[in-house]
């Protein structure tokens, strides 16, 4: 099926470890995009890619990195992971002025 | 910065009834987008309606029908004859370039 892909879909972290998560889109996309959940705060954008090769800071962007290695995978590392990064993670994809189209998410926990 | 606010918490509706999800937004720009998403118990995010505030006419999606007024920057989304289905959080988000969301709505329907 056509979508995107996130994996690992469950993690848990001890703090201080580190961790890469993948996003892959097969529907030519060139905008792609990295949220994160948390209770009562709605999805809040970590980075995004508005095209292959760029990448661009959102609102909570602080302890993670993004590489756009080519037009279907974006991935999200987490260098030094804190237990304030316990969170879902959603990637997501879009042309542009359209709705995103979401991957399943990963639900971190940092201990 | 875009603003979106969701000041319903939680809503409750009886089933085969109506029920109405505020969303107020703030900002400077004249041609955006708007959307509803549902995130059911699964997680997964459905997109549910989309908005072009260039357009006068409010969107339907079948039960799905919102009321939007550009001036008073208000997106509301009204559920028609309520199934148990429904009951997810809803997210309300605007788009110029990235998409920003709203603080969500719990949305119980009772049999």
């Known amino acids: 099926n056509a979508g995107v892909t996130q994996t690992p879909k469950f993690q848990v972290l001890k703090t201080g470890q580190s961790m890469t998560l993948q996003c892959a889109q097969d529907m030519n996309h060139n905008s792609m995009y990295w949220y994160r959940q948390d209770p009562g705060m709605g999805l809040r954008l970590i980075y995004y890619s508005a095209s292959e090769g760029t990448t661009d800071k959102g609102e909570v962007p602080n302890g993670y990195n993004v590489s756009r290695l080519n037009k279907r995978e974006f991935s999200l590392r987490l260098e030094s992971a804190a237990p304030s990064q316990t969170s879902v993670y959603f990637c997501a994809s879009s042309p542009v002025h359209y709705g995103y189209t979401f991957g399943s998410g990963t639900r971190l926990t940092v201990v | 910065a875009q603003t979106v606010t969701q000041s319903q918490p939680e809503m409750s509706v009886q089933e085969a009834e109506t029920v109405t999800l505020s969303c107020t937004y703030d900002?400077?720009?004249?041609?955006?987008?708007l959307f509803w998403y549902k995130q059911p118990p699964s997680r997964q995010m459905i997109l549910v309606i989309r908005q072009e505030a260039y357009k006068q006419q409010n969107a339907t999606e079948n039960r799905f029908s919102v009321n939007f007024q550009k001036a008073a920057k208000s997106f509301s989304l009204k559920i028609s004859d309520s199934q148990l289905g429904d009951a997810a959080m809803y997210f309300c988000a605007y788009r110029r370039f990235d998409m920003r969301f709203g603080a969500g709505t719990r949305l119980t329907v009772k049999p």
């Open positions: 900002t400077s720009e004249s041609d955006y987008y």
